[in-house]
């Protein structure tokens, strides 16, 4: 197999990214000069009200990717299970509880927080995770509890919820000292309703043979969607992204060179291990099309109101993927599957993460016995490397991929 | 023509020699240090105890850990892939493999062409290897090939909760100390390895006839408790250790 195929032109829009986020982190982090407030918020949690009443949303899970990415996992683990936190803890909890100790990470740490908003439609965790915060910080707490939804959103979940978007409102307006506007609150909802359409048709051009960007890409442009979802900036940013994908499918541009198989993954990614991941399947002529992770955050669009989003809001917040059942995830699967037309799945059983990696067994048989297609498991950490091995997971994946080029032969 | 398969495996390099359907020969040495040097004198011995040279072989295929040192081989191919077509070789009317070896076990669905289908291999951790029986017998004072036959003797099974090799370890440790017979012990770790095998197989849903291939397949007390955890028989690959290089020389017979 060729190892080093002329690389494709890289996506440009890369950099203006990077400047975004800086531009971003430097906003937080100057914050108290400029009078501002900072909420830490879960990367799943209602972050439109504090957009609507300018308060800088900042996020743990974005900054644990960046310390993933940056490989300062171990480490920053390593400082938390010297504090007395579980190695069995979520690597994003751990990294974070010992990074506002130390201030240690790729960006110094995260800036101080005024309050917490945490919503547990991603995990339990985030629970103890923000009340060891407010302790830490002493700032007051909100929990927006969203019920699993099994198999619907019945009636009495949607009291509940509906109940906590005014207590949420009530609880910003008490710690700001400032009502909310409604008017600004319309408006940021219609940006973030915006905003999650082109995220989710930036996602889309991957269904196009080459795919002009993979997951791989995906995971890196997500970060604007999360942060500075209900901006103007986010909607301009993927505007001109899916423009010049727009161009790349036109140019017949294909990520992969020579792409002859296209895989779907499952889970979030192991920052710590993109680079090395992406080339492994890439020696394979293999493109992550796409993933049931960054479609996260646009999921959920067909619940939102785009002209009445604080109320559609209830809806939107609980029905994501991660908290609906493993019946209706596997459904998602299937979709996604169809949609991007892949050869094969790979699921990243995360030692972290684990209302994500619990079910894949179960998703992992309804896919095979619906569709044929191979899948494979890792096993791997999306932060702590420590969870890693190398030679174990390069065997997997040459031994998949045999057995994906078998099955494509076949077709 | 005459094909070739090289297993480097984390314990012993095997060699083995096929001629279309037919095993010239195999060879089995351990690996040591240097993974090109047991490869090249696996193959090198076995050419000599076969009466072949070198000219006669039309490919060869590398498989194992050590695959990619085996720089005189055409091809590098993984175990799975191996183990599959190893098996299917000596027996095609085997739908599944089971491989427990030196560093990692492996549960293997091969469908009606003898093609790998699906498979499920160990995490990053010992349990249910090689490693775990060699690191109990050392705990045990039991030669490694007495271990099988003194397990199949015990009248009362202990029970090993930990599925960790270290915590086993100690748990074993904690037994001795309390005088527990050295067979029912043997036999506890016989039952925990076999049944981190098991959930190997039941992942993927393995169907039967199952082939149990690798050094691990030769311990008796451990087929024995395999075959209890799965509720069926299994078929000890003649060949245990070589079936993997046996694959590969049939995959390197393949265009």
Known sequence: ???????????????????????????????????????????????????????????????????????????????????????????????????????????????????????????????????????????????????????????????????????????????????????????????????????????????????????????????????????????????????????????????????????????????????????????????????????????????????????????????????????????????????????????????????????????????????????????ADMVDPRSFSESQIETRIEAFMEIVRLKAGRK | MIYAGIDIGSNTAKAALIKDTTLLGTRVMPTGYHHLKAGTRVFEDLLHQTGLTRSDVGAIVSTGYGRASIDFADKAMTEILCHGAGAHFLDPDIRGVIDVGGQDSKAIALDDQGRVDNFAMNDKCAAGTGRFLEVMANALEVALDQMGDMGLTADHPSKISSICTVFAESEVISMIARQEKRKNIIAGIHDAAAARVAILAAKIRIRDPIMMTGGVAKNPGMTAALEKRLNQPLIISPYCQETGAIGAAVLASRP
């Open chain 1, 1 to 379: 197999m060729p190892d080093n195929p002329v690389a494709p032109p890289k996506i440009k829009a890369a950099k203006k990214m990077r400047d975004l986020m800086t531009t971003y982190y430097l906003e937080a982090l100057g914050a108290p000069e400029n009078n501002r407030l900072v909420a830490w918020i879960t990367s799943g949690g209602p972050v439109e009200p504090l957009v609507a009443m300018d308060i800088i949303p900042v996020y743990p899970e974005n900054h644990g990717a960046m310390i993933g990415s940056a490989k300062m996992g171990e480490d920053l683990c390593a400082k938390a299970e010297d504090m007395g936190y579980s190695g069995d803890l979520c690597s994003y909890a751990r990294s974070d509880i010992a990074c506002a100790v130390v201030k240690g990470g790729p960006i110094g740490g995260l800036p101080r927080p005024d309050m917490l908003i945490c919503c547990n439609n991603i995990c339990g965790t985030v629970l103890k995770w923000y009340e060891i915060q407010a302790r830490f910080f002493q700032v007051p707490l909100f929990i927006f509890d969203t019920p699993v939804c099994h198999t619907g959103y019945s009636s009495e979940i949607a009291a509940y919820v509906t109940a906590q978007v005014h207590e949420y409102v009530a609880f910003l307006e008490q710690v700001t000292g400032k009502k909310m506007d409604p008017d600004k609150m319309n408006e940021v909802g219609r940006l973030s309703y915006e905003g999650q359409r082109l995220w989710q048709q930036v996602l889309n051009t991957t269904a196009h043979k080459p795919s002009p960007m993979s997951a791989f890409d995906a995971f890196f442009f997500l970060a604007l969607i999360v942060t500075l979802r209900g901006t103007q900036i986010a909607v301009d940013f993927y505007k001109d992204l899916i423009d010049e994908l727009a161009q790349r499918v036109k140019d017949g541009i294909g990520v992969v060179p020579n792409e002859t198989f296209r895989l779907l993954w499952d889970n979030l990614p192991v920052w710590h291990r993109l680079k090395w991941l992406s080339d492994r399947f890439s020696a394979h002529q293999a493109c992550l099309v796409a993933d049931t992770y960054t479609s996260a955050w646009c999921g959920a669009l067909k619940y939102i109101d785009e002209n009445n989003f604080l109320d559609s809001m209830a809806e939107a917040y609980t029905r994501i993927y991660l908290n609906i059942g493993v019946d209706q995830m596997a459904e998602e699967v299937l979709e996604m599957v169809r949609f991007y037309d892949v050869d094969g799945l790979v699921m990243h059983s995360n030692r972290s993460c684990k209302p994500y990696s619990f079910g894949q067994m179960d998703i992992m048989q309804i896919v095979r016995e619906k569709t044929g297609i191979p899948v494979l498991m890792i096993e």
